[in-house]
């Protein structure tokens, strides 16, 4: 089981839920809030395949739940787990969007600066894996689209970071990308 004892902020929470789906995982996330409620997700091959907040919300009703965790403790558990009720769900895809919905209103929809924080992204990488980090900067491109908001650049780092071996060059990586993209805007 995979545990992070500290607290994460809500777009982090879900760019480690981006990340799993990307990697293709199998198995339960679980979130802990900072005020002691619970979310499962079941994530199998990547797909998300149950979502519920708490012993009363399920399905797509869990989702405006989740979205109200500010801050919380992420543990993934490999396998699959037994659901009580299967309720279709839309494609993953689409529960992240609205996973993102209203969770950030102010953002912009769009913004020219972001896509030069792409290859600031991709320029830092290249520091940590070589010339590798163009090929996986375009896979996360192609998979997710191109950045038009201040989440889906936590979570494309989020995602590009878990190619860094070491954890210490992951924390000098997002430490680094922070100083320049600070000095980009």
Excluded: W
Aim: charged residues 30%; hydrophobic residues 40%.
């Amino acid at each position: 089981m995979k545990s992070r004892t500290t607290l994460l902020a809500q777009p982090e929470l879900i760019a480690e839920i981006r990340r799993l789906s990307y990697k293709e995982r199998t198995g339960t996330i679980f979130i802990t809030s900072d005020e002691n409620q619970l979310a499962r997700i079941v994530l199998n091959k990547g797909q998300i395949t149950y979502l519920t907040f708490g012993s009363r919300y399920h399905s797509l009703d869990a989702i405006s739940f989740i979205q109200t965790i500010k801050f919380g403790r992420l543990q993934f558990s490999d396998g699959i787990f037994e659901t009580a009720q299967e309720v279709p769900l839309p494609d993953t895809s689409e529960i992240f969007r609205k996973f993102e919905q209203d969770v950030t209103p102010n953002l912009p929809t769009s913004s020219k600066n972001f896509r030069g924080v792409e290859e600031i992204i991709k320029n830092t990488l290249a520091n940590y894996i070589g010339p590798f980090a163009m090929i996986v900067c375009e896979e996360y491109i192609e998979k997710f689209g191109v950045l038009n908001t201040k989440d889906e650049i936590l979570t494309m780092i989020a995602i590009v970071a878990a190619e860094i071996e070491k954890e210490d060059e992951i924390e000098s990586f997002k430490k680094e990308l922070k100083q320049k993209i600070l000095e980009y805007s």
